[in-house]
Nanobody
Framework: QVQLVESGGGLVQAGGSLRLRCAAS????????MGWYRQAPGKQRELVAT???????NYGDSVKGRFTISRDNAAFTVDLEMNDLKPEDTGVYYC????????????????????WGQGTQVTVSS
């Protein structure tokens, strides 16, 4: 069973910084795209940033220039460095992993797709 565990959320003043981490655990050989999405009260979940195993990155327009995503392929972790935080960045931040490959005998097999973490709250006060 693959699990995603997020950490690092909290309360910060506008202009401050936070760093989120998501760690995947379980019977894992390799993982696919990882990323962060967020959901504010009364709004739809939106893209924050994604990163492929090869390091190709995509940011949501509202966070470009302020947030930085990175990953450790060996440790199965993805980090989100958030700087110059604004009140509109407030929401629950969810880690996402698109696919997991697990060891299977002398080879590997697809273990599953579309994994989500439980979410971590980020609150930015004005």
């Amino acid at each position: 069973q693959v699990q995603l565990v997020e950490s690092g959320g909290g309360l910060v003043q506008a202009g401050g910084s936070l760093r989120l981490r998501c760690a995947a655990s379980g019977n894992i050989f390799s993982i696919g795209h990882m990323g962060w999405y967020r959901q504010a009260p009364g709004k739809q979940r939106e893209l924050v940033a994604t990163i492929t195993g090869g390091g190709v990155i995509n940011y949501g327009d509202s966070v470009k220039g302020r947030f930085t995503i990175s990953r450790d392929n060996a440790a199965f972790t993805v980090d989100l460095e958030m700087n110059d935080l604004k009140p509109e960045d407030t929401g629950v931040y969810y880690c996402y992993l698109d696919e997991v490959w697990e060891p299977a005998g002398i080879g590997i097999r697809l273990a599953g797709k579309d994994y989500w973490g439980q979410g971590t709250q980020v609150t930015v006060s004005s």
